[in-house]
């Protein structure tokens, strides 16, 4: 395989709510890297967390106002519409048969990535896609192990073969979580600035993680 495969990027989430902390980072990778796109797969049922604040519709609908202006940037919906549990392992399957030929790869933070060997079926991950990890100035990644043995230097190995490499990117950090940003809605304040502006309109439109919206929990934000 060669230069005529580029990259596709995955980036998953709940984005409960997409913010600036997702955004640009994924922006960098696609950017700097030119990725031929970036697929935003927000989660169902999220196997490790409890089910999101807000329900699908409205976090689609957010997702699709924050990366409506990016060329590169598309939703894919096929989490939301499948049964069951959203392992990663069950949409790249999905993916694969679709784009056999392609070159997949999963966009994680280095926090995930160094989670990785807890997720369901992680081994078959990486014969499914390649991993670029969104890293931190200055971070260091595992040194031992199988993780350790598939990391490259070189970004073109990702385009020459469909999967199996672990590629380090360094990004911009926002520390933006949307824990944080709900816990401000429950509060009364606003979360302008740390999430796209039509966001943050939808968000007040449709009364989202307030007290009163059906659905929220306490104070806190907590999901």
């Not at 994924?26 to 935003?40: G, I, K, P, S, T």
């Not at 069950?90 to 060997?117: C, H, V, W, Y």
Request: glycine share 8%.
């Amino acid at each position: 395989m060669s230069k005529s495969c580029p990259v596709t990027g995955l980036f998953g989430g709940t984005f409960d709510p997409v913010h600036f902390g997702h955004l640009r980072p994924a922006l960098e990778v696609c950017q700097d890297l030119d990725l031929h796109e970036v697929r935003w797969i927000p989660g169902g049922q999220p196997p490790h967390r409890e089910t999101p604040l807000a329900e699908t519709v409205h976090r689609l609908n957010m997702l699709r106002l924050a990366v409506q202006d990016i060329d590169r940037f598309t939703v894919d919906i096929r989490e939301t519409e499948r049964a069951g549990p959203s392992y990663t392992v069950d949409t790249l399957i999905s993916l694969r048969k679709e784009m056999p030929g392609s070159s997949l790869a999963l966009i994680l933070g280095q926090d995930a990535f160094n989670g990785l060997p807890g997720w369901h079926r992680w081994q078959e991950i990486l014969e499914l896609a390649h991993v670029i990890v969104c890293a931190r100035p200055g971070s260091i990644l595992p040194q031992t192990g199988e993780l350790a043995g598939r990391q490259t230097d070189d970004f073109t190995g990702l385009e020459e073969q469909t999967h199996g490499l672990v590629y380090t990117h360094p990004v911009t950090q926002l520390s933006i979580s949307a824990t944080a940003i709900r816990a401000l809605i429950m509060q009364g304040k606003t979360p302008r600035y740390l999430l796209p502006a039509p966001v943050c309109d939808y968000i007040d439109k449709n009364g989202l993680y307030r007290p009163d919206h059906p659905g929220s929990t306490d104070s806190q934000g907590k999901t």
